[in-house]
């Protein structure tokens, strides 16, 4: 019987080492990231999270690769507005590309609803959906407020995103002031 809860105290150890490394594996690609683009690194931490689990070389469905789940063209208008010759989408696999163009397009997105009362919703939802659907779903009370926004998200699966990445931000956020 003690050898028993023995294997399972050290399978359970192992377990969330494996969970914590993961957890913490692309903080330095993350930390570079947010610092160039003006973001806060627990956001960029939270969308890695969501998106990929932070798992690098991660596929979507529609052609999204590595940490932030990117698109081809998304990538391509990081690498035209860095200047970057001889780009390719595959280079989203490494992680720090991944998150320099994911930061850059994060932080693009943010900038387009300064004039609401919380811009991280709008943004998040931009960043899942694409603007077209953002512009549908921000009508009325939800053009400011984003109580108002995120109940008129209109895909169920993106109203599930935004606020998993916004409950994952804020258990980033304590660990990264705390540094």
Same mark, same amino acid.
């Given at each position: 019987? /003690?050898? /028993? #809860?023995l294997v399972l105290v050290a399978i359970c150890a192992s377990w969330e080492w494996r969970e914590w490394h993961l957890d913490h594996s692309q903080d330095v690609p993350i930390r570079a990231a947010a610092k160039r683009y003006g973001l806060e690194p627990a956001l960029v931490?939270? #969308?890695v999270w969501q998106e990929s689990r932070f798992h690098p070389h991660a596929r979507g469905r529609a052609g999204e690769i590595g940490l932030m789940q990117l698109m081809e063209n998304t990538a391509q208008e990081w690498a035209d507005a860095e200047k970057l010759e001889d780009f390719v989408h595959e280079h989203c696999f490494n992680p720090v590309t991944n998150t320099l163009a994911g930061a850059y397009y994060l932080s693009k997105v943010l900038k387009r609803y300064r004039n609401t009362d919380n811009p991280l919703p709008y943004g998040l939802a931009d960043y899942n959906a694409g603007r077209a659907n953002v512009l549908k779903w921000n009508a009325g009370e939800g053009s400011t407020n984003s109580r108002a926004f995120i109940e008129a998200i209109g895909f169920p699966g993106t109203r599930k995103y935004v606020l998993s990445v916004l409950r994952r931000y804020e258990h980033y956020r304590p660990i990264f /002031?705390?540094?």
């Open positions: 019987m /003690l050898g /028993l #809860v931490k939270a #969308v /002031l705390q540094e």
